[in-house]
């Protein structure tokens, strides 16, 4: 079987040069959501918006439908066209809702900006993920992907601070956070355009081999990939999406924290993140048990969230479980979704099941975000109830039907495929 180049040419620098600059679509992809999150309430006071109209935003925006949307798009042109084309483009597309936010004068502004910038998000993570686990050095797929998650948590933190100084601007401070993002996405546009194509993705081109047809995908093998990957992540991104996106408005609301509050536990949150995916996900994910490691992740995580379930919402609780959540967090459900997503499926297919597999999941927490204001208003302790059977269902999939692919190449995962 042909071997694809590993890369060898390219320097450490350049490896990992490449990482940053592809995994900054999670930056821009969580910095959107929580932008948002920290804006809503602020919306709601100025706009008058309804529950409901509430529930529009959450449901559409860059953290659920139209990111979905994107990811199922721009993962089978990744897979069609280079994942190039794809993730350097789609910023400028990003760069054009992030200027409606920017500029909203009108709550159908604040809807149309979000669904485009989900869009271009959503395309844009297929691409960057299929690149950073192809190009990343066989031994160190974990460490590269682990990048690309600190980034996601990088930039809510960066958009927390950022709110939190420009609290007494109301809106306007509101405005400059999502300028912010549009500078970026500018400027990753350009920094983009002198990265290489994936060189594993166009050896399977020029290969023999012809290109695998869409159904592929439904075939047994990888089926059951897509249902243990959409199952564990899908369940736990209920709970993620649900809670971040709408835990500032949360305490503001229900807990009677100030906005101030909610938005420097927020911050604090996504730190500490960062500190579990450097400490433990990039220290260990690529040497020992990945199911062992996933298994301790969800534990942590289901006992943060059953305290809000079983607890008043009080600012001790909330910095109790927001330390619980977010330290698990750091080395579980999504740090393995992005690296077994990319390892689960062969080059020509593994942008598009990873598209499609986002897609389910982010689909899936739009529908539910419908719902979710509606159940704060009856009670936080039902909400946080629902939340933790989510992650105890995430958790049992995941310690059940997690790979075990530490230390292997991506041509040795596709031997064992076609093996079995």
């Not at 598009?352 to 739009?366: D, H, K, Y």
Request: net charge positive; hydrophobic share 55%.
């Amino acid at each position: 079987m042909a071997t694809a180049p590993h890369d060898d040419a390219m320097s450490t620098k350049e490896h990992w040069r490449n990482t940053v600059l592809a995994g900054l679509a999670n930056y821009i992809d969580a910095g959107s959501i929580v932008a948002g999150s920290v804006a809503l309430a602020l919306w709601k006071d100025i706009y008058h918006l309804s529950d409901g109209f509430i529930g529009l935003i959450g449901a559409f925006s860059a953290n659920a439908i139209s990111a979905g949307v994107g990811a199922l798009i721009g993962g089978w042109l990744c897979d069609k066209i280079g994942r190039k084309k794809i993730y350097q483009w789609d910023m400028f597309i990003y760069a054009f809702g992030m200027a409606m936010l920017v500029f909203a004068w009108a709550p159908w502004m604040i809807v149309t900006g979000f669904v485009i910038v989900g869009l271009a998000v959503g395309a844009d993570i297929p691409a960057s993920w299929s690149l950073i686990a192809e190009q990343a050095p066989d031994k160190e797929r974990g460490k590269h992907s682990g990048v690309a998650q600190a980034l996601w948590y990088l930039g809510p933190v960066v958009v927390l601070l950022l709110s939190l100084a420009l609290t007494n601007l109301g809106i306007l401070g509101t405005r400059i956070v999502f300028a912010h993002l549009l500078v970026i996405a500018l400027a990753l546009t350009l920094l983009r355009s002198k990265m290489r194509e994936s060189e594993r993705w166009e050896e399977a081109q020029r290969s023999d081999v012809k290109r695998p047809p869409l159904t592929d995908l439904f075939k047994p093998k990888h089926l059951a990939s897509l249902a243990m990957l959409v199952g564990m992540y899908g369940f736990w991104n209920l709970w993620s999406g649900t809670n971040g996106f709408f835990f500032p408005y949360i305490l503001r609301t229900v807990g009677a924290a100030t906005q101030a509050q909610s938005v420097a536990i927020q911050a604090l949150s996504f730190f500490i993140g960062m500190l579990s995916i450097w400490f433990v996900f990039m220290r260990l994910a690529d040497k020992v048990n990945q199911r062992l490691l996933f298994a301790a992740s969800a534990l942590i995580q289901i006992i943060g969230m059953a305290l809000l379930a079983l607890f008043p919402l009080t600012l001790p609780i909330a910095i109790l479980h927001v330390f619980l959540l977010q330290f698990g967090g750091g080395f579980g459900a999504q740090s393995f979704f992005q690296l077994w997503s990319a390892e689960m499926f062969p080059t020509l297919l593994r942008s598009t099941a990873q598209g499609m597999a986002f897609a389910v999941v982010r689909i899936g927490l739009g529908i539910f975000s419908f719902f979710v204001p509606y159940l704060t208003a009856t009670g936080f302790h039902t909400l946080a109830w629902i939340l933790t059977g989510f992650l105890v269902i995430s958790g049992v999939i995941g310690i059940v039907w997690a790979p075990r692919n530490e230390g292997k190449s991506l041509e040795q995962l596709d031997a064992e495929r076609q093996a079995n």
